[in-house]
Nanobody, 128 residues
């Protein structure tokens, strides 16, 4: 098992930046593909970004491509989401998640149903 704790959320203005962190504990962090998801009020949870176990492969939702960057530090058991040029539509609770894809032919996934472990979420609010 792995436990995930997000941090770094807050209230910012349009155009500002935030960096979210997700600290993992438990099983070996580099066993896992990591993902960031978000859920706005009244909406379903949606994919934001994902990164392979070694950081070589990343993938982003079209809505954040070019503005957000996912990265990981396996020595620190942490995955990050750098969010630049924030917009009001980025307002949501952001969750990190982990999935073990070692037996899979893929190294990343955007499907939230394939993630086994989730953090508690951190609120990001962007005002205009």
């Amino acid at each position: 098992q792995v436990q995930l704790v997000e941090s770094g959320g807050g209230s910012v203005q349009t155009g500002d930046s935030l960096r979210l962190s997700c600290a993992a504990s438990g099983r070996k962090f580099s066993d896992y593909c990591m993902g960031w998801f978000r859920q706005a009020p009244g909406k379903e949870r949606e994919f934001v970004a994902t990164i392979s176990w070694n950081g070589d492969v990343t993938y982003y939702a079209d809505s954040v491509k070019g503005r957000f960057t996912i990265a990981r530090d396996n020595a620190r058991n942490t995955v990050y989401l750098q969010m630049n040029s924030l917009k009001p539509e980025d307002t949501a609770v952001y969750y990190c998640a982990a999935t073990d894809l070692r037996s899979s032919i893929v190294v990343v996934t955007i499907n939230l149903d394939e993630y086994d472990y989730w953090g508690q979420g951190t609120q990001v609010t962007v005002s205009s």
